[in-house]
């Protein structure tokens, strides 16, 4: 069974990076059918979807305009999990962080399962 | 980029009521259209992927349906357990967006 297994620092400085993990079991970050995805919720912005890296003969990432120039999604092969990294943080960047697989063929699309969140607060 | 409108934002019932939440896409995306479940403190959970497919193992009461632009997800026959707020998911183009949310309170 699928599972994802998030882990990082649940407080971040202004101005500093916020740097999340998401371990996958049960699954590859290589796999041609899906892509690993960044999604926030906070109550302002609601459900807000970051980013996400995949593989399909190569690496590809795509990212949300509203971070983009600030945030780095990558994965990392030998130990089956892909990072999210978000730069020049401000208490605006205050928000749950979820991981998620994203099935993505032609047929099927849809994000899960989810990892457990994180609670991430911008402040010094 | 599409934009979600979810609408009503927030629905007070009561156990055994029907409820439909819609969702209307600002352009075509086909079918690739998912509704999730999210209660305070948990992820959000896949209840309906591809409109109107019922993900496995969640309780028949759910059902989607729409197509293009026009979706709804009903809930038959509301279970305490039902009680949290509810978001669509657009997957037919990046970015990925979502509806605003409809939370489901009791009456």
């Known amino acids: 069974q699928l599972q994802l297994q998030q882990s990082g620092p649940g407080l971040v400085e202004p101005s500093q990076t916020l740097s999340l993990t998401c371990a996958i079991s049960g699954d590859s970050v290589s796999s041609d059918s899906d892509a690993w995805n960044w999604i926030r919720h906070s109550p302002s912005r609601g459900l807000e979807w970051l980013g996400r890296?995949?593989?399909?003969?190569?690496?590809?990432?795509e990212y949300a305009v509203s971070v983009k120039g600030r945030i780095t999604i990558n994965p990392d092969t030998s130990k089956n999990q892909f990072y999210l990294h978000l730069n020049s943080v401000t208490p605006e960047d205050t928000a749950v962080y979820y991981c998620?697989?994203?099935?993505?063929?032609?047929?099927?699309?849809?994000?899960?399962?989810w990892g457990q969140g994180t609670l991430v607060t911008v402040s010094s | 980029d599409i934009q979600m409108t979810q609408s009503p934002s927030s629905l007070s019932a009561s156990i055994g009521d029907r409820v439909t939440i819609t969702c209307r896409a600002s352009q075509s995306i086909k079918t690739y259209l998912s509704w999730y479940q999210k209660k305070p403190g948990k992820a959000p959970e896949l209840l309906i992927y591809g409109a109107s497919n019922l993900q496995s193992g969640v309780p028949t009461r759910f059902s989607g349906s729409g197509s293009g632009t026009d979706f709804t997800l009903t809930i038959t026959s509301l279970q305490p357990e039902d009680f949290a707020t509810y978001y669509c998911?657009?997957?037919?183009?990046?970015?990925?967006?979502f509806g605003q949310g409809t939370k489901l309170e009791i009456k």
């Open positions: 998620a697989r994203g099935r993505d063929t032609p047929r099927d699309r849809w994000f899960d399962p």
């Open positions: 890296t995949y593989y399909r003969s190569k690496w590809y990432n």
């Open positions: 998911l657009q997957s037919t183009s990046i970015p990925r967006s």
